[in-house]
C-alpha cells in the first residue's frame, strides 16, 4: 500500500470550497424552513430619551403584516433583563440590549419595534408605516468631547491585577525626565467590521420551549447559552446552527438586539421568523472597533535603549454595557522597558456598544505603540528595525518568565530580505518613482497564544469514514479544512475518508471562533478524539483477535474496511464487525490546556513591512507591497495560513488608509450609512502580500505546536504603512485613517 | 420603499406624456440611482415609467461630432471604437466612475441625472433642502468633507457626483431634449443648476421632458487628455476632487485648452477663465499654477472641506501635467 501522504503542513484545499463556490453551503438566512416568514427592525431616529408614543396601527393594517412587536406588547422573555450595566461580568457584558423591554432609547436606531409580514417587501413596507414621538434628551456621541469623564473599568476597580487596570514597574511616567523623549497622541476612528455576510438570523420555537436558531454567531455554544438565559430554559432545549459564516471579524462575537427581537417575533407570530440587517443596520448595532484616544511618552538613551513608556488609552463604551479591550497589553511587554506605565480608561458614550474587532485592542495598541517606535528611531537617527532590535526582549519583561518560543527576529530577517529594506533611507522623502515618493515601514504585531478547553466527538461508520463533530464554527479561516487534516494524520487516514462536521451547538462542545484560539483549542481535542478512536478500535479489535491485543495504538492502520497491523499483514478487523461489536465505536474526548501556561508567557508574533507610494499633490496612498511575516507555531495549513495572513494585512490597509465610520454629533447619527462611502480596500488597494512562517513548533501550547495567526495577521499592519508614509513625505499622521486631506 | 405603479412603453412620446401629466410619476433608465434612493425612501414616485424600450442607446457620427444615445450604456460609451478615437478624456472619465457592474447598468443620461451622494440627503431623518424643501441644510455645519467650495448657497452645499459629466461640460457637449411642448437643446454647461434657493433641482429640465441624446462637437483633444480622479481608495469612490483636462498642444506651446472640476460644485464645474491663461503659453509646471490659481478664484471652504482649497488646484495641476505628458 502507497504510504499515506502527512497533511498537516500542506495546502490541502477547503473541504468546504466547493459548496463555497457553487452556492451550496446554506447560510443563517437562507434556511427556507415551512411556513418562514420575515421579520424588518424599526429603529430609533434619536440617540437618547423615551419612546413617548409609537403608532403601529398603520403597520398592522398594511398587507400581509401578521405581528408589529415592540415593548407595548412584546412577550417578557422570563430571564430578559432591561439594558444595563452588569458589573458582575468581565469584559465586555453578557446583558446584551434586551429589545422590547422598557420604553428607553439608548443609541440612534436601536430597535423599537418588529414588524413581521409574510414577504421581505411587504415587512419592510410596513415598517416604513410605524411612526414614533419621542421625549428626547440630550445626547453625548463626541468621545473627545467626554474625554473628561473617562472612568476606569469595573473590572480593574475590583481587580488591580486585571489586564485593563493600571500597570507600573519601574518609576511611574519615567519617561517625563528622560534626557531624549518624546510624547505624541494617537487617535483610531470608529471601525466597523462589515463582513460580506449581513448578520442574520432564523428563529424557530419547534415547541413552546424548544427553540432554534440558525444564526450568524462565531459561538454555537455562547450564542445557545445566552439566548437559553434569556428565555429561562434549559440549554439543551436551545439548539444553534451555524454551518456557515460568511466573514465575521468579531462582530459575530456578542449576542445582539436583532437576536433577540427575532426569537421574540417568532414567539409571536408561533412560525419561523427570518431577520436579516441592512447595511445600514451593520453600523449601529452589531459592534465596531472603538474610536480610541491614546497617549505615549517614551524616552531613550542616546545610543538606542529604551528607559520609559507611559501608554495611555482611552476608548468608547456603550451606557448599558462595558466594553474593554487589551490595547495595552503588548507595550508592557514588547520591549524592554525598565519603567513602564499603562493607563486605561473608559468613556460611555450614546451610541450602541463595541465588540471586538480583529485583531481587537492589540490593533489599536499597536498602531500607537509601533508608530511611536518609528518617532524614536527617527528622533535617534536610527534605523528602526536596529532599534527594535536593541530593545528585543529575550524573556517576557511583564511577568518575567521565559517566552514558551519567540521567532520575531527570524520574521525581521526575513521580512526585511523580502521588502528590500536597505532601500530603505534614513531620511524621510529621499526616494522617488516618477512622480511618485517612495517609503518603507514595519510594524510588529503581537497576540497571545491562547487556548481553551474544548471537547470533541469521534467515531467509526461500518462504511470505513470517520465521523468527527465539534460545536466550533468556520467563518473563513478554514477551520472545518485544517481539523479533517490534523484528523486525516492522527489517524493515518486518507482526508477523503474523514468527515468533521461543525457549527451545531448539539456537537461536542467547543470555544467560541475568536481570538486567534481555534487551533490551539479545538485542534488537541481532535487530535485526541482519534488518539482514543484508534485506541477503542484496537481495543474492540482485541476482543476478536489477539494480534491487535498486543500491538500498540499507534500500529493499528486503516486499510479498505477493515484494519491491519503495522508489521504483521495477516491481522485485520473488519469495520462493520468492530461497530456492531458493542453497538458503535463512538469516543468523547475533553481536551484541556496543560500547566506549561503558567511557566511560559505564550504568544504569536509578527512582523508587517510595507513599501507605499504617496504622490505629493495629490496625496493619494497607495501600498505597492506589503510583507507579513509570523511566528505562529506549527502552520496546519500552509494556504488557509497563508489566507488568513492576507486577509489580515488587507485589513490593516483599511484600518492605515480608509475606514472610518463618522457621527454627526448633533444628531448622534451616523452618516457612514453603506459601504459607498465607508471604505474598505478593494482589489487595486491591495498589493500581493507576500507571506513567510516561521513554522517552528511551540511545544507548550499543545502538542501540535500551534500558536495562533488570525490576529497577528492584522495588528501591526496599519503602524507599518504609516511608518512608511511618513519615511516617504516626512508627515507623520497620528489619527487614522491617512486619507489624502491629511498629507497635502 | 413605497408601492408604486409600473409602465413600460415603446415609443418617446408615450412616455413623455406619462411623465408630464403625473407630477409623481419619474423615468427609469438603469435604476442603479433610482433604485438606491427608492429603497432608502429618499425619493417615491407612485409610477416608474421605464424607458429601456425606447430607441435610444446609439452611437453614431452626427453633424461633425459624436451623438450617445440617452440609453446607451456608460460601459458602451466607453468601450466604442468612436469614442476612443475621438473623445478619449470621456472614456477615462466613465472608466473612473462606479464599477465594471455598476457602467454595465447605467445609461448615460441616468448617469448625468444621477442624484448628489450628500449624507443628509440620504438620510430621510435628517435636514435637507433639496429632500424635504424648508428643513435646512445638514451639511452646513455638519460633517461636510466631500462638499462644494464652489456656487454652493446657505441653502445647500451638496455637490453632484458625476465623473462622466465632467468630461462632457469641458468637452461643450449638448443636451437633446423631448418634452410635451417639443424638442429643445441644452448646452451641457447650463443642463445642471447651482443650488440656490430651489436645490431641490438639479437641473434646468421641465417636468416630462427626456434626454434623448448628448452631441459632443469633434475637438483636437484626441491625445493629450488627462482626467484625474482623487478619492479615498484606488478605485470604486466617489471623487474628493476630479479634474478634466484637454490640451491641444503646438510643440510645447498649448493652442487650445479645456478644463473642469468635479467634487467642488453643485454641477459639473467648467474652468473657462484658467483656460484662457494657458492658451499661448508653454505647457509647464508654472503655466499650470498660474491656471488653477485663476480657476481658485472664489472658492470658500468650510469646517472639513477645507483640503479642497489645496486639493483642486493640485489636482488640476497633475491632470495638466498627466494630459502633456500622454
Ligand atoms: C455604489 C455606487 C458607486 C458609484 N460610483 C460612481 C462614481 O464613482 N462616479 C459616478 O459618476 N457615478 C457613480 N455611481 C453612480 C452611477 O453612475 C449612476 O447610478 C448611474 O450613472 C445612473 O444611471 P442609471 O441609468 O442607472 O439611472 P437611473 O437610476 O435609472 O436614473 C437616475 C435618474 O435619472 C432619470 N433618468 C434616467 N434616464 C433619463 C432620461 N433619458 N431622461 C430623463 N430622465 C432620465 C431617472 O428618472 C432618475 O431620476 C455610483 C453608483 C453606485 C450605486
Redesign the interface.
Known amino acids: 500500500m502507497k504510504p499515506l501522504q502527512k497533511q498537516i503542513g500542506t495546502g490541502m484545499n477547503r473541504v468546504d470550497g466547493r459548496l463555497k463556490v457553487t452556492g451550496a453551503a446554506t447560510y443563517a438566512a437562507e434556511y427556507e424552513l415551512p411556513g418562514l416568514v420575515y421579520a424588518v427592525l424599526v429603529g430609533s ?1 434619536i440617540a437618547k430619551g423615551r419612546l413617548a408614543s409609537l403608532d403601529t396601527k398603520a403597520a398592522e393594517r398594511a398587507p400581509g403584516v401578521l405581528a408589529v412587536v415592540s415593548h407595548l406588547n412584546a412577550p417578557k422573555a422570563p430571564g430578559a433583563k432591561p439594558a444595563g450595566k452588569d458589573p458582575s461580568q468581565p469584559q465586555t457584558v453578557g446583558n446584551p440590549l434586551a429589545v422590547f423591554t422598557d420604553d428607553k432609547i439608548r443609541f440612534n436606531d436601536q430597535p423599537i419595534a418588529v414588524v413581521v409580514a409574510d414577504t421581505l ?1 411587504r415587512a ?2 410596513a415598517a ?1 408605516l410605524v411612526k414614533a414621538q419621542y421625549a428626547q434628551e440630550a445626547h453625548q456621541t463626541n468621545l473627545e468631547a467626554n474625554r473628561p469623564q473617562a472612568f476606569l473599568p469595573t473590572q480593574a476597580k475590583k481587580n488591580p491585577k486585571s489586564p485593563v487596570a493600571d500597570y507600573q514597574r519601574g518609576q511611574v511616567d519615567a519617561y517625563k525626565t528622560g534626557a531624549l523623549k518624546l510624547e505624541a497622541e494617537y487617535v483610531i476612528p470608529t471601525e466597523v467590521h462589515h463582513p460580506m455576510e449581513l448578520q442574520a438570523i432564523t428563529a424557530h420555537w419547534e415547541a413552546p420551549d424548544r427553540l432554534t436558531l440558525y444564526d450568524k454567531t462565531q459561538g454555537t455554544m455562547a450564542t445557545r447559552r445566552d439566548f437559553a438565559k434569556q428565555w429561562g430554559l434549559p440549554e439543551e432545549n436551545v439548539k444553534v446552527v451555524a454551518t456557515f459564516v460568511g466573514g465575521a471579524f468579531g462582530n459575530a462575537l456578542h449576542s445582539w438586539p436583532h437576536e433577540s427581537a427575532a426569537i421574540i417575533a417568532a414567539k409571536v407570530v408561533n412560525r419561523p421568523v427570518k431577520l436579516m440587517l441592512t447595511r445600514e443596520q451593520m453600523f449601529t448595532m452589531v459592534g465596531y472597533r472603538p474610536h480610541t484616544w491614546q497617549k505615549i511618552g517614551m524616552s531613550a538613551t542616546a545610543d538606542g535603549k529604551i528607559t520609559a513608556i507611559t501608554h495611555e488609552a482611552t476608548g468608547q463604551t456603550s451606557t448599558y454595557e462595558e466594553f474593554t479591550e487589551s490595547t495595552l497589553g503588548q507595550t508592557r511587554m514588547m520591549y524592554q522597558a525598565p519603567n513602564l506605565t499603562t493607563r486605561y480608561r473608559l468613556v460611555a458614550l450614546d451610541i450602541g456598544s463595541p465588540i471586538w474587532m480583529r485583531g481587537p485592542g492589540e490593533a489599536t495598541g499597536a498602531f500607537a505603540l509601533e508608530s511611536a517606535m518609528d518617532e524614536m528611531a527617527h528622533l535617534l537617527n536610527l534605523d528602526p528595525l536596529e532599534f527594535r532590535l536593541r530593545n528585543y526582549t529575550d524573556q517576557d519583561p511583564e511577568r518575567n518568565r521565559p517566552w514558551s518560543t519567540k521567532f520575531l527576529k527570524e520574521c525581521y530577517q526575513a521580512g526585511a530580505d523580502r521588502i528590500g529594506w536597505s532601500k530603505r533611507q534614513l531620511k524621510p522623502g529621499m526616494l522617488r518613482d516618477g ?1 511618485w515618493l517612495v517609503g518603507y515601514g514595519m510594524g510588529v504585531g503581537t497576540f497571545g497564544a491562547h487556548r481553551g478547553a474544548s471537547k470533541a466527538n469521534a467515531q467509526l461508520l461500518p462504511n470505513g469514514t470517520v465521523l468527527l463533530q465539534s460545536a466550533v464554527t468556520d467563518i473563513g479561516p478554514g477551520t472545518g479544512t485544517a481539523m479533517t487534516q490534523i484528523a486525516a494524520d492522527t489517524l493515518g487516514l486518507d482526508p477523503a475518508k474523514i468527515r468533521f462536521e461543525w457549527g451545531n451547538s448539539s456537537f461536542a462542545s467547543a470555544p467560541t471562533q475568536g481570538g486567534s484560539a481555534i487551533v490551539n483549542s479545538v485542534g488537541p481535542a481532535v487530535q485526541e478524539a482519534c488518539l482514543a478512536l484508534k485506541a477503542k478500535l484496537r481495543e474492540l479489535a482485541a476482543a476478536g483477535n489477539g494480534a491487535f491485543a498486543a500491538a500498540r495504538p499507534e500500529d493499528v492502520a486503516f486499510a479498505d474496511g477493515h484494519l491491519t497491523l503495522n508489521g504483521n499483514p495477516a491481522a485485520r478487523a473488519t469495520y462493520a464487525d468492530l461497530v456492531k461489536q458493542a453497538g458503535g465505536t463512538a469516543v468523547a474526548v475533553d481536551s484541556k490546556p496543560g500547566p506549561d501556561g503558567q511557566k511560559y508567557s505564550m504568544y504569536s508574533f509578527s512582523v508587517h513591512f510595507a513599501e507605499v507610494r504617496v ?1 505629493p ?4 496612498v ?1 501600498v505597492s507591497k506589503l510583507v507579513s511575516c509570523a511566528d505562529a507555531g506549527t502552520i496546519i495549513n500552509e494556504k488557509t495560513a497563508g489566507n488568513q495572513m492576507k486577509g489580515g494585512a488587507v485589513g490593516g490597509i483599511g484600518m492605515a ?2 475606514e472610518h465610520a ?1 457621527i ?1 454629533d ?2 448622534g ?1 451616523y ?3 453603506d459601504l ?2 465607508y ?1 474598505v ?5 491591495a498589493p500581493a502580500v507576500e507571506v513567510f512562517f516561521v513554522n517552528q513548533p511551540d511545544p507548550h501550547v499543545n502538542a501540535l505546536g500551534t500558536k495562533g495567526i488570525g490576529e497577528i495577521a492584522t495588528i501591526g499592519v496599519a503602524p507599518a504603512i504609516a511608518n512608511a508614509v511618513f519615511n516617504a513625505t516626512g508627515k507623520r499622521v497620528r489619527e487614522l ?1 491617512i ?3 491629511k498629507l ?1 | ?3 408604486f405603479q409600473y409602465a413600460r412603453p415603446s415609443k418617446p412620446q408615450a412616455a413623455i406624456r406619462a411623465v408630464a401629466k403625473d407630477a409623481n410619476a419619474q423615468f427609469i433608465a438603469g435604476g442603479t440611482n433610482l433604485v438606491d434612493l427608492m429603497k432608502r ?1 429618499v425619493m417615491t414616485p407612485q409610477k416608474l415609467v421605464d424607458i429601456n424600450r425606447l430607441p435610444l442607446n446609439k452611437i453614431e457620427r452626427q453633424n461633425n461630432g459624436l451623438r450617445l444615445g440617452a440609453l446607451a450604456l456608460n460601459s458602451a460609451v466607453a468601450d466604442d471604437k468612436l469614442v476612443r478615437e475621438r473623445q478619449p478624456l470621456l472614456v477615462q472619465a466613465l472608466n473612473a466612475g462606479a464599477s465594471a457592474q455598476l457602467r454595465n447598468m447605467a445609461t448615460v443620461g441616468g448617469n448625468m441625472l444621477q442624484r448628489t ?1 450628500c ?2 440627503f ?2 430621510t ?2 435636514p435637507c433642502n433639496k429632500r424635504a424643501p424648508g428643513t435646512g441644510c ?1 451639511a452646513l ?3 461636510n ?1 466631500m462638499h462644494a467650495i464652489f456656487g454652493f448657497s446657505d441653502k445647500c452645499i451638496a455637490v453632484h457626483p458625476s465623473d462622466m459629466s465632467v468630461a462632457l461640460v469641458a468637452l461643450d457637449a449638448t443636451v437633446l431634449v423631448s418634452g410635451p411642448q417639443g424638442d429643445r437643446r441644452i448646452p451641457f454647461a447650463d443642463f445642471h443648476r447651482l443650488p440656490g434657493d430651489t436645490p431641490q433641482k438639479d437641473t434646468n429640465l421641465e417636468r416630462g421632458e427626456l434626454i434623448t441624446a448628448v452631441d459632443i462637437p469633434d475637438a483636437p483633444f484626441t491625445r493629450h487628455v488627462s482626467y ?1 480622479k ?1 478619492r ?7 471623487a ?1 476632487v476630479s479634474a478634466a483636462a484637454a490640451l491641444e498642444l503646438d510643440g510645447n506651446t498649448i493652442k487650445a485648452a479645456r478644463l473642469a472640476l468635479g467634487g467642488v460644485a453643485h454641477k459639473p464645474w467648467r474652468l473657462t477663465a484658467a483656460e484662457q491663461v494657458l492658451v499661448g503659453k508653454p505647457a509647464t509646471e508654472a503655466t499650470f499654477r498660474q491656471a488653477a490659481e485663476v480657476a481658485m478664484q472664489g472658492a470658500k471652504a468650510f469646517k472639513y472641506n477645507e ?1 479642497k482649497l ?2 483642486a488646484p ?2 488640476l ?2 491632470a495638466l ?1 498627466t494630459a502633456t505628458a500622454a
Open positions: 431616529t417587501e419592510r413596507f416604513g512622480d504622490h499633490l495629490t496625496g493619494e497607495r488608509l480608509m463618522m454627526d448633533r444628531f447619527r452618516v457612514t450609512k459607498a462611502d471604505h480596500p478593494v482589489h487595486a488597494d485613517p486619507t489624502p486631506d497635502i | 420603499m413605497n408601492q425612501g451622494r449624507p443628509y440620504y438620510d431623518t435628517m445638514g455645519e455638519g460633517i468633507r484625474y482623487v479615498e481608495r484606488a478605485s470604486y469612490a466617489f474628493l483640503y489645496k486639493l493640485n489636482t495641476v497633475q501635467k
